[in-house]
């Protein structure tokens, strides 16, 4: 397997007018990324509206992508749903349209036991043998990955070989990197997390903010793994209000993302229902941080 990327950023599915799929908009957002530092691709995870996408639609996406960067970095598809046989399935072609590796979220709304959740990571890997990166987003899926049901999982099944952890809590991470398999990489779910997470052993972070500042955060991610921790923090700290904005309260992810895509410049289309844009008083939220950063005047 190829050296797990330092930097992902997790792709905006961008749309046209009408809200259709735009692929040779895809081609350009997912080479623009590569270009400003990103070494992989997340598609059709949280921040590409998922769960707004047909199937048909995902697969060409990831067609789409793996054409445009698949040479340069890895593409990682999202994958997971809360049924074991159509993850797999789903997986089964993204890696035939080309995927390098899929992404499996914790299954929502039928909140399986600790057991179901190992036993769905471990018949999913085991079926369709390609690496495997777990997603670990309670506030998403109203259900936590334990620490112990990650590092049981990536020993029985090689191929689980990275978690994406957007749970916020260090101590659990901090247990995962204790006792998962010895080259088991951890990324960070949060942007706001990433430095903290670093310092736990983390590699880096599957990111909402790459959109706008990944040029940023690989020079953060670099400089901590060489040492300079000084200089890392003082990049985390100026982005800081960046990765507040991609949050902005009332508007969930990648509403604020959208809007802020479109006011640099690199519209992408708006989101898909049930989200709606940003109101204009969050709008004002995100082009204040924009403007405060530099990227629009």
Known sequence: MAEMPRLMTAMLTPFDDS????????????AKLVDEGNDGLVVTGTTGEAPALSHDEKERLWAAVVEAVGSRAMVVAGTGTNSTRDSIELSKVALGAGAHAVMLVAPY???PSQEGMYQHFVTAAEAVGAPVVLYNV????????EAATVVRAAKAAGNIVAVKEAS????QIASIRRNAPPGFVIYSGNDADTLPMMALGALGVISVAGHLVGRDLRMMIDR??????RGAL???????PIFEACFVPGSPNPCPVKAAMEMIGFGVGGPR????????AQREVIRRALADYGLVT
């Not at 916020?168 to 101590?171: I, L, T, V």
């Not at 901590?224 to 921790?229: L, Q, Y």
């Open 224 to 229: 901590f793994h060489a040492g300079d921790t």
């Open 168 to 171: 916020s809590d260090m101590a």
């Open 273 to 280: 229902l049930p989200l709606v844009p940003p109101t204009p």
């Open 138 to 145: 309670p506030p998403r899926t109203a259900s936590n990955i």
């Open 19 to 30: 809200l259709s799929l735009d692929l040779g908009r895809a081609r350009e957002l997912a």
């Open 109 to 111: 709304y039928n909140k």
């Open 234 to 240: 003082e990049l985390h700290l100026r982005m800081l």
